[in-house]
């Protein structure tokens, strides 16, 4: 729960990436921000440029992410928190999904959240501590029609996250995984306030996860907007 230490954030757009970096940027953590595209990155980045160092990274190659990590405790600290919130959905009815489809939202989705919780844990094993966040959805717990390319890969990285936290957990480090219920975003003209997760509050929540004493650690939360059914 200590607010020293560098964190690293993979998969970082103008939403919830953003967030969930400024937020610990605004805690005096310095934060590696990883995603494909550097300029995107850049631009993300200059919005807190003494705390804010973007990384670009395909977060599907192995040695991209290792990289990424070495070079995240050498230029930034050792790791005190790592949060995985990649994915990709490509909407379809399973009697069309293509083959490649599936597979590249299984790499992004899931494949990519082994790599860079397996590259968080084993820095973190050798100190006893920190932190590893994954970023799951509705499709982690409902395989809705024509969703098998969201559901697919969450599903398989809550089964990560929670073998992880079994295994870590007496390590002292700190697995949890985030089930975001509902659309995120501002909310729509004409409806409800807040009936939208709005990115800093949830990122309010994986600070929150962070900071949890280690007496009284959760494994697992869900968020969804007051209005949503569940």
Known sequence: MSTEG????????PGLGLAVAMRFAREGHKVAMLARSRERLNALAAQAPDRLVAMPC?????????????????RLGPLACAVFNAGAYRPGSILDIAPGDF????????FAGFLVGQAAARRMATRGSGTILFTGATASLRGSARFANLAS???????????????LGPRGIHVAHVIVDGQIGEAQEGAPPDSRLAPA???????????QQRSAWSQEVDLRPWVERF
């Not at 597979?103 to 899931?110: D, K, S, T, Y």
């Not at 890969?153 to 295994?167: C, D, I, Y």
């Not at 509050?201 to 900071?211: K, M, P, S």
């Open 6 to 13: 560098s964190v690293l954030v993979a998969g970082v757009g």
């Open 58 to 74: 395909d977060l599907t190659d192995p040695a991209q992410v290792d990289a990424a990590f070495e070079q995240t405790e050498q």
């Open 103 to 110: 597979e590249h939202c299984w790499r992004v989705g899931a």
């Open 153 to 167: 890969p969450k599903f398989a990285l809550r089964a990560v996250a929670q073998s992880m936290a079994r295994e």
């Open 201 to 211: 509050a949830i990122a309010d929540a994986y600070f929150g996860l962070h900071r």
